[in-house]
């Protein structure tokens, strides 16, 4: 099995490189990679579905879009999530309809790991090579 993301060295932040045979499951691992530096998502039961839509003029925005919601939805509903369905359309916009699957956060349960405050944009990526597609990552913790 290919590696769905891996970290590597940001001062003061966290920055990742998510991976994908699509821009979709790129996306998806990104927002994976996000919620692991908070939590084991091994822990973070399927019990509660949040479904997004954006629109956006690029790659680039439409992925810090995607983990800006979804770190929203963190801090406002109090939720982690485990498990990530994106669809991505191209027409006039990029438009993605997404939905995250997760748990109320429960620190009985829930290791809780670093806080990521902000998805940033400092040297945001998404790039495609060979049918595969990366895209990189830094947060602010």
Do not use: C
Not at 30 to 58: C, G, H, N, S, Y
Not at 98 to 113: L, V
């Amino acid at each position: 099995m290919k590696k769905k993301f891996e970290y590597f060295e940001v001062t003061a932040d966290a920055g990742y490189w998510a991976y994908g045979s699509t821009i979709e499951e790129a996306f998806e691992n990104a927002a994976l990679a996000m919620f692991e530096l908070m939590t084991d998502t091994a822990k973070v039961q399927p019990k509660k579905e949040k479904r997004i839509e954006l629109e956006a003029e690029d790659e680039i925005s439409l992925l810090h879009d995607w983990l800006d919601e979804l770190l929203f939805l963190k801090d406002t509903e109090f939720l982690f999530f485990s498990k990530f369905k994106v669809n991505i359309q191209k027409n006039r916009v990029y438009r993605l309809e997404g939905k995250a699957i997760g748990d109320t956060i429960n620190p009985s349960i829930h290791e809780i790991r670093d806080e990521v405050k902000a998805v940033t944009y400092h040297l945001m990526d998404v790039q495609e090579e060979k049918g595969q597609y990366k895209v990189r990552v830094i947060v602010d913790l």
